[in-house]
């Protein structure tokens, strides 16, 4: 997953709404875990557009 | 590995945290509650606006620290532009604050301190810790050291994230329909009633959701907007938000001067927000109003639950799921049947079409609501237009 961090607000919104709890957010910075299935959810949903899946842009 | 040991530790000092501290820290308890953020109550995720009830039942005294701006009324706006006004020729419309959050969240935590309880700011939860089995503490990063802290029980106050109930075995997952998407400006030299929250509902303003203007005073006010994920594909809210606000001539020499996002879960609260040695509070329980998404009430209502609880327990030296199945029946009692005829409403009122919606807030502005709640309008609804409210008219 990539992260735009010039549009990322650090909200967690994609962090709750995981549905493999495969996201943490420490402060400023998202990191993703092997739990992520490209379920391509938090892409969709973040308020500001701030997250890509690699391979798709 | 540096380990502390505690009776009780909260993650989170949110509205939710700081309660359940201050009433773990009064019943006797050695409380920690951990942040991880470098501030308590910022950056902002929230739209600021509470109801005034509440404050009493859970023991807050309202204080003109926190509060930024006292509402006498409320407009709910239709697409077309129809508007619903309560104004204060309704006796008693007692709609609300607007809340200094950064500061409201200050006063909670320095409650709980008072009452004993400690802090430790920037260290974050990064997993739960069991033991045969067993929870006995959380694994942390606290200002760049990785520390234990042991407890004989968790207070997961972890917010719309989450994780500290999935971590320990809690299924906390949500479906795209209980989830809305949100982005909100601070908007300054607006050209808005001071004295009044709006509400602009349908489907081509915000999607599943609303759009909201809270006004904090001084041509200051809290502009943002859900929307429900299932609408979104690519930055929805923040695309609809600036449509708003481009078009809208109260606007039209007012600019933003913070930005701040964030979601909401509109499901009625977890199946069971309790297991062995945790407990879950607040948003991180999914226990929000699901038509407002309004959390601060419930989040303090839940955080006194879990500390009156877990107090008792603390007498018996029993946190077994079952010891803790009190505070479940707590926040049912209270919350329950409010909280799932409103994720019921919120189904179906997102399902209605502009020109329905147009025509409900026509019927209710022609009502007599004297006090602006979703029950009352509700109620409106049902004699009205009772198929919105179909398989849940019991509930109004």
């Known amino acids: 997953m990539i992260v735009n961090l010039d549009k990322c607000l650090h909200c967690g919104g994609c962090v709750g709404s995981c549905p493999t709890n495969a996201i943490f957010l420490n402060d400023f910075v998202l990191e993703f875990s092997s739990k992520c299935n490209r379920c391509g959810r938090c892409v969709k949903i973040c308020p500001v557009h701030a997250l890509t899946m690699e391979g798709k842009q | 590995m540096k380990t502390y040991n505690c009776d009780v530790v909260v993650v989170g000092a949110g509205p939710g945290g700081s309660m359940a501290a201050k009433f773990c820290a009064k019943g006797g308890l050695n409380t920690i509650m951990i942040e991880k953020k470098a501030e308590i109550g910022a950056p902002l995720r929230c739209a600021e606006g509470v109801s005034k009830k509440w404050l009493e039942e859970v023991g807050i005294e309202p ?10 009324g409320a407009v709910i706006r239709s697409p077309s532009g129809y508007e619903f006004k309560l104004d204060e020729s309704h006796a008693g419309s007692e709609v609300g604050y607007v809340l200094e959050r950064h500061l409201f969240d200050k006063a909670l935590a320095r409650d709980a301190v008072a009452a004993g309880a400690k802090i430790m700011m920037r260290t974050s939860c990064t997993d739960v810790i069991k033991e045969g089995g067993k929870l006995v503490g959380v694994k942390c990063r606290s200002m ?8 004989k029980a968790i207070v997961a106050a972890d917010g719309y994230e989450s994780q500290v109930g999935r971590w320990a075995g809690i299924e906390t997952k949500l479906e795209m329909n209980d989830i809305d998407s949100c982005i909100q400006y601070r908007m300054v030299n607006a050209d808005i009633d001071p004295e009044y929250c709006e509400f602009n509902i349908g489907a081509k303003i915000a999607p599943g959701g609303y759009l909201w203007i809270f006004p ?3 041509g200051v006010a809290n502009v943002g907007i859900g929307v429900m994920a299932k609408f979104c594909k690519d930055s929805e809210p923040k ?4 449509k708003f606000i481009e078009t809208d001539p109260r606007f039209k020499n007012s600019q933003a001067v913070e930005v701040a996002a964030g979601m909401v879960s509109t499901c009625p609260g977890l199946d069971c927000a309790v297991d062995d040695n945790i407990i879950l509070v607040g ?3 999914r226990i929000i109003d699901p ?11 839940t955080g006194m639950y879990a500390g009156l609880v877990l107090t008792e327990c603390a007498k018996k030296g029993d946190f077994s799921k079952e010891a803790l199945m009190p505070y479940e029946k707590m926040w049912r009692d209270r919350m329950e049947d409010k909280l799932y005829r409103n994720w019921m409403a919120k189904e179906r009122l997102a399902e209605l079409d502009d020109e329905t919606i147009d025509e409900l807030v026509k019927l209710i502005s022609g009502s007599d609501i004297k006090e602006v709640n979703v029950y009352n309008l509700l109620k409106v609804v049902k004699e009205k237009f009772p198929k919105v409210v179909e398989g849940f008219e019991d509930l109004i």
């Open chain 2, 63 to 72: 204080d003109p620290t926190w509060i930024c701006a006292d509402m006498v």
């Open chain 2, 239 to 242: 695309k609809y938000l600036d």
């Open chain 2, 291 to 301: 038509i407002t998404g309004g959390g601060i009430c419930h989040a303090c209502r």
């Open chain 2, 144 to 151: 760049g050291e990785e520390i234990v802290i042991r407890a």
């Open chain 2, 283 to 285: 948003d991180a329980a």
């Open chain 2, 216 to 218: 904090k005073g001084n």
